[in-house]
Structure formats: structure tokens, C-alpha cells
């Protein structure tokens, strides 16, 4: 039987909280003397951190930096969710042997977190079984088992009685009844967490044999109770946590804490909550543009979407409403059908948008809304198409002969290939949010716009006003309240559709 949708309000209603989950965790925390690696399948997973940097390279000089640095946590940015699975196997293989190597070089222990998609896809358990024998091999290191933690209430996904919900509107939505449950490459049926286990291992691991944290145990705040299930679990066993807001994900830290100190060790697939958890990073203001924008510079900004879940047609359509001035140029990504399209394509769009940047217009680059899916189902061959797509879409940012004020960057691959290969990212630091879930990064000397504010929005993640209020945080006041005066002398709004 389908688990039922629910009434968001029932979040309002759960059971109360009868211990301070973050005074818990604030006593736990010392006692977890470890550096924390994040390895992240698409840049996204800086969405709840600040004050933390990036890498967007694994290689053996890089991660011993990491390790070597002052920061407890780092992220590496593997992008493995655009990845083949075998292209992804070889990856792992190599952070896996390359963090023993720093772990053994700067005499460090550490944690691995596989920071995978809230809504549930990716190449797991493959990702994190690699680790586990990399690790193992080299390190000494017995991993008695894997938490599985997609609470991310930033993007609305909450666990409750072991079903995985994404909030949609109003409604808790489970999530294998979700466009993302019907991914080309990772999709699924299961809603409940342990059934989840089960189908995405092929029943290696069995929903009844699942370690199941319960909303009840944490609200409670049963520390003790809740160690004691963890260090029961052995072989690599799979442990299913709930949660409905941040006091649930620090009682269970808490508990992970200990059980930690008692010398059980754990390898994780989680989403976004759980890093900032367990790095105890604190809450900053959402940023504003004068933390962000060279005011100096008069060029306008660029926005790149790639994303074609519902949420990002949605947004986009809403950022046309904008007052600001904004031109709309669509990329039309099914030319990669023929021989030299994306190229001509590419030129096409970076010649309109190098007219309207040095003019102080900002300009929103999108592919077009209905997604190319290829008919047979090969799903390497549907990635292999999207990458092809994501190299041409995102070599506009990196022909560009202006700096613009901004980036912004809407999708998983698309930011991650707009960070990596667009603007030759090679470490940056996460100067927090713009909007809830949707990080900033500040990008290095070394990369084609140093210092330039580089956002990175999620296509499954924030309200359908979101992309629109970014913009307008962005691009400068005075050139929002120009095109406003214009506008309403010339009786139009400030839409410019370059393609039509």
C-alpha cells in the first residue's frame, strides 16, 4: 500500500521535544575530534554551512591540505551524480585511497559523509560500499555501519514513521510518489526508508533488518538508549534515521557522538542537515547583495538554468515578473541531436549575451522546458547526453570576455560544471545563503573571476519566488528603479525575450 500525502501542518503537531536537544549536542561536540570530509555529488550540499570551503579536486596533495587546514570539516565536490556509475566507481577509488594517505600523513582521524540528493537519487550503496573497502583496506578502520539521514528541512524533506516526505505547497509528498522517484538515471518507488534499502541494493539489505531511529526515541532525547541501537549494528548494517527539525538531528548526533568515542565507526549517506549538525556551524543572516556585489562593477549579471524539474520552470517563469532589468534568451538543447548544433547554438546565445551584460542588463540563459529524454532507457547514455548538454550550456560562462556582477547557477550539474570547468574553481569559500537552501560561494584567486559571488541554486529546492527575489537582491537598486520608471512611461514591463 502507498503511503498517504500529508497536510503540511502536521509538522506543527508532532510530539514536543522533552530534553534540549542542542544543549545535548553542545557537550557532545569537543569529544568528536576528527576532521569531517564531505564529498558531495553535486555542489548543492553547501547549503546549510558557512565559513566552510569547497575543493573541487580529490588528488593526494589536495585532500592532505584539506586535512592539514584549520577547519574541521571540508567539502570535496565530487560531482559523481552526473557521473557514470563506472566513471563514479573509479572516483571513489581514488578519495578513498588518497584520504587514508592524509589521514596517515597529518596523524588525523576523520569522518566520511557521502552527501547525496535529499530527494533520494544517486549512485548509492555503489558509492559508498567503494569507500568502505578503500577505507578498510587501508586504514585499519572496521565500519560496523551506514546511517542513512536525508533530512534537509531548508529544501522540505522530513522523515517521519520511516517515510521520506518532500514538502510540495501544503502538502508532505512521499517521496518515491514525487517527479524524483521517476528520474531517467535514479529512480525508485519506495517511500519508506528501509524499503528504499532494500530495492536500491537488490535486497542485500532487508527492510526488517534496517536499524530504525525513531522520531518517539529522539523527541525524548534518549541519548543513551539510542548509542546502545547504534553499537548494535554490525557488517555494514543500515540505520534509518527521522527527523523533523534540527533538536531531532542533534539528539541523534549526540548519540552518534558516543557511540563514536566507544570506537564503533560509520560511513553515511546523508543530505545536507547532517554536516552542519556535526560541524556545528552556526546560523548566519541570509546575505544580502552589498555583502556580495561589486557595486563598482556596472556590468550585469548572469543567470544559467538548467534544471528541468517542475519547481525550475515554475521559478523561472515567476523571475520573468521581475522589475529589474533582464533579458531571457533560451538555449535549445535538442540541437545536440545534430551534427554541430550545441556549437552554432553556444554562439548564438554568448553573442546576444555579450550585447547585454557591458549595457548593465542581466541576463537569464535557460534550456528549453521540455526535457530530452532519449527513447530507449540506457541510462549512461541518458547521463553521457545530459553532460554533452550541461559542457555546451555552461561554456557560455566561459567565454565570456566581460566579467558580470553575479552568477547564478540553477540545477546540480549545471552549477557544478559552471564551478569546475566554467570558472576553474579549485577551492572556494561558502560565505553562507542567499536564500534558504541555496548557497554562495566566493570563488579563488585562481579561478577565471576571482572574488566574483558564485550562487548555486538547487532545481529541486526553494519557493517559486526564490529565483526572482535572488535577481533582485543582485542586480543593483538603481538599476531596478530605472527600468521600473521606464517601464511605466512606456506602459510595458521590463521582460526582454531575446528568442522570440
Not at 542485500?204 to 532525547?221: D, M, P, V, Y
Not at 547557477?409 to 552549477?415: Q, V, Y
Not at 536564500?435 to 548555486?456: A, D
Request: hydrophobic share 35%; glycine share 8%.
Amino acid at each position: 500500500m502507498k503511503p498517504e500525502k500529508l497536510p503540511a501542518d502536521l509538522l506543527h503537531m508532532l510530539p514536543p521535544h522533552r530534553a534540549d536537544g542542542k544543549s545535548i549536542l553542545k557537550d557532545a561536540l569537543p569529544g568528536l575530534k576528527r576532521k569531517i570530509v564531505v564529498l558531495d555529488d553535486d555542489p548543492t550540499g553547501v547549503q546549510t554551512v558557512n565559513g566552510v570551503y569547497v575543493y573541487t579536486r580529490w588528488d593526494a596533495e589536495t585532500i592532505e591540505e584539506a586535512f592539514r587546514a584549520p577547519e574541521q570539516m571540508f567539502f570535496i565536490l565530487t560531482n559523481s551524480r552526473g557521473l557514470t556509475a563506472a566513471e563514479s566507481r573509479v572516483q571513489h577509488q581514488t578519495i578513498a585511497e588518497n584520504i587514508a594517505s592524509a589521514a596517515a600523513a597529518t596523524g588525523q582521524d576523520f569522518l566520511v559523509l557521502s552527501r547525496g540528493d535529499s530527494t533520494l537519487r544517486g549512485h548509492w550503496p555503489m558509492e559508498t560500499e567503494i569507500l568502505r573497502e578503500g577505507l578498510e583496506a587501508r586504514t585499519g578502520k572496521h565500519y560496523d555501519g551506514e546511517i542513512i539521514y536525508p533530512f534537509f528541512p531548508e529544501g522540505g524533506r522530513y522523515t517521519l514513521n520511516d517515510i521520506h516526505y518532500v514538502l510540495q505547497g501544503e502538502t508532505l509528498v512521499p517521496a518515491g510518489q514525487t517527479e524524483f522517484a521517476k528520474d531517467k538515471s535514479f529512480g525508485y518507488s519506495s517511500s519508506s526508508l528501509p524499503d528504499w534499502v532494500e530495492e536500491k541494493s537488490g535486497g542485500r539489505f532487508r527492510a526488517e533488518n534496517c536499524c530504525r531511529i525513531s522520531l518517539e526515541e529522539l523527541r525524548a532525547g534518549d541519548v543513551n538508549g539510542i548509542a546502545g541501537k547504534l553499537s548494535a549494528v554490525s557488517d555494514f548494517g543500515k540505520i534509518t534515521v527521522n527527523s523533523a527539525d534540527y533538536e531531532d538531528a542533534a539528539v541523534f548526533a549526540a548519540a552518534l557522538c558516543r557511540t563514536l568515542s566507544q570506537g564503533k565507526e560509520y560511513l553515511f549517506r546523508c543530505a545536507a542537515a547532517l554536516p552542519k549538525v556535526l560541524g556545528g556551524v552556526q546560523d548566519i543572516p541570509l546575505l544580502t547583495g552589498d555583502d556580495l556585489v561589486d557595486r563598482d562593477n556596472r556590468n550585469g549579471g548572469i543567470i544559467l538554468i538548467g534544471s528541468h524539474v517542475n519547481k525550475t520552470t515554475r521559478q523561472l517563469e515567476e523571475l520573468r515578473n521581475t522589475a529589474c532589468p533582464m533579458a531571457f534568451i533560451e538555449f535549445n538543447q535538442h540541437r545536440v541531436l545534430e551534427d554541430g548544433g550545441l556549437e552554432e547554438e553556444v554562439r548564438r546565445v554568448l553573442a546576444q549575451t555579450e550585447v547585454f551584460l557591458p549595457a548593465g542588463r542581466s541576463v537569464a540563459v535557460f534550456t528549453r522546458r521540455d526535457r530530452l529524454d532519449l527513447p530507449v532507457d540506457d541510462k549512461d547514455r541518458q547521463l553521457q547526453i545530459s553532460a554533452q548538454i550541461s559542457d555546451a550550456l555552461t561554456s557560455i560562462v566561459a567565454k565570456l570576455s566581460v566579467r558580470p556582477s553575479f552568477i547564478v547557477a540553477k540545477g546540480g550539474i549545471t552549477s557544478s560544471d559552471v564551478g569546475t570547468k566554467a570558472l576553474r574553481v579549485r577551492k572556494a569559500l561558502v560565505k553562507g545563503q542567499i536564500r534558504p537552501g541555496i548557497p554562495v560561494w566566493q570563488t579563488g584567486e585562481e579561478s577565471r573571476f576571482p572574488g566574483l559571488p558564485y550562487i548555486i541554486f538547487p532545481g529541486n529546492v526553494g519557493a517559486e519566488d526564490d529565483l526572482r527575489r535572488i535577481a533582485e537582491t543582485l542586480i543593483r537598486t538603481d538599476a531596478c528603479t530605472n527600468e521600473r520608471k521606464g517601464n511605466a512611461a512606456a506602459g510595458k514591463n521590463s521582460r526582454y525575450d531575446s528568442d522570440r
